[in-house]
């Protein structure tokens, strides 16, 4: 099997990007439907998901670790997401519990306004987290390490801002 050419290199960039997570969409694994990716961006999808957003900020990113074996003739992506919700309450522990126990798939909003969709392929599981009502006063008190993984044959494609804001679901959990 012949591989891909070679097509481009990369200049250095501007110093004009900022690091760390805006916004988490989630849904149900397979909502989303057959998905047309071009040149690395979703442009479109077959189904009509419902995208319930959760509003991040501070200790929130992806992290995209690469595994290639020569010797097998591999590679894959591991996708990871880390979120810490702040303030423990009743509505987002229970809405909470139905979401870690979901296949998902999950759109991320970036800081530079990139939305990436993280488990195209195969979903996101949730891998871990806690539930704290922190010790001194001013610790955190909520949903803390929350880690969402999926395995994937190709990085997070990027995902055209308009299909997000089509499907998105404005109902929040209000924890104030």
Same mark, same amino acid.
């Given at each position: 099997m012949a591989c891909a050419s070679l097509s481009t290199g990369r200049s250095l960039p501007c110093k004009s990007s900022a690091g760390g997570i805006k916004a988490i969409f989630v849904t149900t694994f397979g909502d989303l &439907?057959?998905?047309?990716? !071009? =040149? &690395?961006?979703?442009t479109a999808w077959a189904g009509t998901p419902t995208l319930y957003k959760?509003?991040?900020? &501070?200790?929130t990113g992806v992290e995209q670790s690469i595994t290639a074996s020569p010797e097998n003739g591999s590679v894959f992506f591991t996708q990871t997401l880390t979120t810490t919700l702040k303030r423990l309450d009743k509505a987002t522990m229970v809405?909470?519990?139905v979401l870690l126990? @979901?296949?998902l798939s999950v759109i991320v909003e970036d800081y530079n306004g990139n939305y990436l969709l993280m488990g195209a392929e195969h979903g996101v599981n949730s891998s871990g987290g806690s539930i704290t009502t922190g010790q001194a006063f001013g610790d955190l008190s909520g949903f803390s390490g929350l880690t969402f993984q &999926?395995?994937?044959? @190709?990085? %997070?494609?990027?995902? !055209?801002?308009?299909?997000? =804001? %089509?499907?998105?679901d404005s109902?929040?959990?209000d924890p104030a």
């Open positions: &439907g057959d998905l047309t990716v !071009t =040149s &690395g961006e979703v959760y509003d991040v900020d &501070g200790a809405e909470l519990d126990k @979901n296949r &999926g395995l994937e044959q @190709n990085p %997070a494609w990027f995902v !055209t801002s308009s299909l997000v =804001s %089509a499907a998105e109902t929040q959990i």
